[in-house]
């Protein structure tokens, strides 16, 4: 017994170690990242990786937040994500509600065309051809309709719809409440989980939107952030790009702007996903074991 025990010990203590090692070595590269953009250029060439900085300097942010732009910019993707996520998850929730009931008639077929745009989709020029004809070039809109419904996202809403029992819509139905009040009213509250992990599915795709901005915006005015910070680095890279969005007389640090970039992009990301992680993990689980 104290054999086993002794046994058990020694295993867990190895897994242990070797899970914080496999952790440190994924944390290790974004130390670096966010150590080499508070240090100096000449720190960073001279040593390569820096974890800890010996001189610090705030030349790269001094040089990203020099542009008057990045606060506008910063403002519109916050507005995308924001706004864009919401219509993601009222659209994807009305069409998740009713192909998760089995009385709906022809839930099957539009089902199997909901999965067909998973493995097949008309490619670029023809999605820039119909977002062009909508009449949605260089609007925020063009960045949140296409996309109005994730397929994926969708079925893991429409799993977790499935997992609430039906009893509980027979006993709204008996007192007399709709489809709409039972979506609202029971289904949707039941469901925080699953609407946390899609929600972070969403924003973290609207905030880390570019393509589809470099395709469909042309005013600068309406550039997510993701985009401005790719110009800025082709600026820190050697001039190339717009260099009026930037103040005159600024002379960039390259390699110390492009982590300054990689830190900003992906810190308010990290922010929110801490208060979403125990929905985000929990309607993950459900949606893929059960489903």
């Given at each position: 017994?104290?054999?086993h025990?002794?046994f058990?010990?020694?295993?867990?203590?190895?897994?242990?170690?070797?899970?914080?090692?496999?952790?440190?070595i994924?944390?290790?590269?974004?130390?670096h990242?966010?150590?080499?953009?508070?240090t100096?250029?000449?720190?960073?060439?001279?040593?390569?990786?820096?974890?800890?900085?010996?001189?610090?300097?705030?030349?790269?942010?001094?040089?990203?937040?020099?542009?008057s732009?990045?606060?506008r910019?910063?403002?519109v993707t916050i507005?995308?994500t924001v706004v864009?996520?919401?219509i993601?998850?009222?659209?994807?929730?009305?069409l998740?509600?009713?192909?998760?009931r089995?009385?709906?008639?022809?839930?099957?077929?539009?089902?199997?065309?909901?999965?067909?745009?998973?493995?097949?989709?008309g490619?670029m020029?023809?999605?820039?051809?119909l977002?062009?004809?909508?009449g949605?070039?260089?609007?925020l809109?063009?960045?949140?309709?296409?996309?109005?419904?994730?397929?994926?996202?969708?079925?893991?809403?429409?799993?977790f719809?499935?997992?609430?029992p039906?009893?509980?819509?027979?006993?709204?139905?008996?007192?007399g409440?709709?489809?709409?009040?039972?979506?609202?009213?029971?289904?949707?509250?039941?469901?925080?989980?699953?609407?946390?992990?899609?929600?972070?599915?969403?924003?973290?795709g609207h905030?880390?939107?570019?393509?589809?901005?470099?395709?469909?915006?042309?005013?600068?005015?309406?550039?997510?952030?993701?985009?401005?910070?790719?110009?800025i680095?082709?600026?820190?890279s050697g001039?190339?790009?717009?260099?009026?969005?930037?103040d005159?007389?600024?002379?960039?640090?390259?390699?110390?702007?492009?982590?300054?970039?990689?830190?900003?992009?992906?810190?308010?990301?990290?922010?929110?996903y801490?208060?979403?992680?125990k929905?985000?993990?929990?309607?993950?689980m459900?949606?893929s074991?059960?489903?």
């Open positions: 017994m104290n054999r025990s002794l058990s010990r020694l295993f867990d203590g190895i897994i242990i170690v070797i899970v914080s090692l496999y952790a440190l994924c944390l290790l590269p974004f130390i990242i966010v150590a080499g953009s508070f100096t250029g000449a720190e960073l060439l001279r040593k390569g990786f820096v974890l800890i900085p010996t001189e610090y300097s705030l030349e790269a942010y001094r040089y990203i937040f020099s542009t732009t990045l606060v910019s910063l403002g507005y995308l864009g996520t919401v993601n998850v009222i659209f994807t929730a009305l998740a509600y009713p192909l998760a089995k009385d709906v008639a022809g839930r099957q077929a539009i089902l199997k065309l909901i999965l067909f745009t998973m493995l097949f989709n490619g020029i023809p999605s820039f051809l977002v062009k004809q909508l949605l070039l260089n609007s809109w063009s960045l949140i309709l296409p996309g109005l419904v994730g397929a994926f996202i969708l079925i893991i809403l429409k799993t719809f499935q997992q609430l039906d009893s509980i819509e027979e006993s709204a139905k008996i007192d409440a709709n489809d709409l009040q039972i979506l609202l009213k029971i289904v949707l509250p039941l469901s925080m989980p699953g609407i946390a992990t899609i929600s972070l599915f969403y924003a973290v905030w880390n939107t570019f393509m589809q901005a470099v395709l469909y915006i042309n005013n600068s005015e309406l550039w997510p952030i993701q985009v401005l910070l790719r110009q680095i082709l600026m820190s001039n190339i790009g717009d260099s009026s969005i930037m005159e007389g600024v002379v960039p640090p390259a390699q110390t702007v492009k982590m300054g970039v990689i830190v900003i992009a992906t810190v308010p990301i990290l922010l929110v801490p208060f979403l992680q929905h985000f993990t929990k309607g993950v459900l949606g074991v059960k489903g």
